[in-house]
């Protein structure tokens, strides 16, 4: 059985940090692109950073410069570290792995809430 789980999350001050990470079990995790994507509230889900296999990176726009997605497939893990915070960054960030379109597997949710 595949399991996602993320952990992390929290409540952070504008132009805080804080890292993300994702434990993986129940596949060959070396093989899977890996992600992270978020929702806020009343919004559709969005991808924030991938990663393949080969550990080439891509982020949207709006994170570009602030976060770094890495992974460690020794640890089977994945991690966001995310700098910079801005309140518009609140959502729930899901941990992602995806070999096909047949082949896609998702974590439960962090939330991250960036507020003074």
């Known amino acids: 059985q595949v399991q996602l789980v993320e952990s992390g999350g929290g409540l952070v001050q504008p132009g805080g940090s804080l890292r993300l990470s994702c434990a993986a079990s129940?596949?060959?995790?070396?093989?899977?692109?890996v992600g992270w994507y978020r929702q806020a509230p009343g919004k559709q889900r969005e991808l924030v950073a991938t990663?393949?296999?080969?550990?080439?990176?891509s982020y949207a726009d709006s994170v570009k410069g602030r976060f770094t997605i890495s992974r460690d497939n020794t640890k089977k893990a994945v991690y966001l570290q995310m700098n910079n915070l801005k309140p518009e960054d609140t959502a729930v960030y899901y941990c992602?792995?995806?070999?096909?379109?047949?082949?896609?597997?998702w974590g439960q949710g962090t939330q991250v809430t960036v507020s003074s």
């Open positions: 129940g596949l060959s995790f070396s093989i899977y692109a």
């Open positions: 990663a393949t296999s080969g550990g080439s990176a």
């Open positions: 992602n792995a995806r070999l096909s379109l047949a082949t896609n597997y």
